[in-house]
């Protein structure tokens, strides 16, 4: 469906905006066959490198699209520098520039490594003819156990007027109809409904994913098959319950987290258009230009992507080192021991 819309987006006539040589008839299948096809073969080529390889293949993949477009970013930045692209107030956007993306670096490696210890305690039981000793442990909960899906979700979703809008119905696009027209530009890019939209699907789906990845019943089950409890907790439903109250907890802080990241790189390419809310938009025509316009730039440092990038470098380092912890490796080097910058708790 999705290389359908784009192929009818290229082939637009309306106003001459054609990009193919080719009959609308003889390139919507060719294009839908393409791109079908080489989406297939990268999904191919992602589990080829999970089986044989280190590390998730897809992630893998799309960690290196995005990595590769890091020296545009580098080069827009100077290219600004070198002419004042913001006037005087350019050395200071830059410095400011490289701070927030270090900060943000930081905070979403403390968040991903952040996780709600519950307390277990086990008591003893008879394993075969043995006594098993109490024991205590915790059940770990990553607070963005969802990692970058719900914003995937929600972009995904919210990506769909912007291919409909080019579909040509009562003798024009959908996005010059006098009715429908208004809807697909209030639902653009770094307008304030769209940005509000976003915002509610990504909490919408932050909570969607953490209830089919996680099941608290099981959980609950599960500790009270092996003799475990959360200590002040009875076994049963109230341990369900807990547990439960705890996810929502820190699912909220999680959503919360996402929106954060993925609203930065919106405001700063585009701003956020809060002129263009009815009747109260002219009281935001006061705010400095930076805030309804953006400072245009090409930020590849955050959303998504430094998501994407920094959960996805974070999780093959551990499994390296799971490699090399398995074959008896001390590291990568014999006195290295763990590889720096890991700490074991």
Wanted: glycine share 10%; with cysteine.
């Amino acid at each position: 469906m999705q290389s359908f819309f784009i192929g009818l987006t290229l082939t637009n006539t309306q106003t001459g905006e054609s990009m193919v040589t080719l009959s609308k008839g003889a390139f919507l299948p060719l294009c839908v066959i393409t791109l079908t096809c080489g989406t297939a073969f990268i999904m191919w080529l992602g589990e080829q490198i999970t089986e044989r390889g280190i590390g998730n293949g897809m992630s893998l993949l799309i960690f290196t699209g995005i990595v590769v477009g890091i020296p545009r970013g580098i080069q827009d930045l100077y290219q600004k520098a070198q002419t004042s692209a913001w006037g005087g107030f350019t050395p200071i956007a830059i410095v400011a520039l490289l701070v927030m993306m270090i900060a943000v670096v930081a905070f979403i490696v403390f968040v991903e490594r952040s996780e709600r210890r519950i307390p277990i305690q086990s008591a003893k039981r008879m394993v075969g003819r043995r006594m098993s000793q109490a024991s205590s442990s915790f059940l770990p909960l990553k607070v963005n156990s969802g990692g970058v899906m719900p914003v995937i979700f929600a972009s995904s979703i919210l990506s769909a007027p912007m291919l409909l809008q080019n579909i040509s119905v009562f003798g024009g696009p959908l996005r010059d109809n006098a009715y429908l027209g208004p809807i697909f530009r209030a639902l653009a890019p770094a307008e304030p409904w769209y940005v509000l939209l976003y915002v509610v699907a990504i909490v919408f789906f932050a909570y969607f994913y953490i209830s089919i990845i996680f099941r608290p019943d099981d959980i609950a089950d599960n500790m009270r098959k092996y003799g475990s409890f959360i200590p002040g907790i009875r076994p049963g439903k109230r341990t369900s319950d807990f547990i439960n109250d705890v996810l929502t907890r820190i699912t909220l802080v999680g959503a919360i987290y996402l929106v954060l990241i993925s609203i930065i790189p919106m405001f700063l390419i585009g701003g956020i258009h809060f002129n263009h809310l009815w009747l109260v938009g002219r009281f935001f025509d006061s705010l400095p230009t930076f805030v309804t316009n953006g400072l245009g730039l090409n930020f590849y440092f955050g959303g998504t992507s430094l998501l994407i990038v920094v959960g996805v470098a974070m999780d093959t380092v551990q499994q390296v080192e799971a490699q090399l912890i398995m074959r008896h490796y001390d590291g990568f080097s014999p006195k290295s021991g763990r590889i720096r910058g890991r700490r074991s708790w």
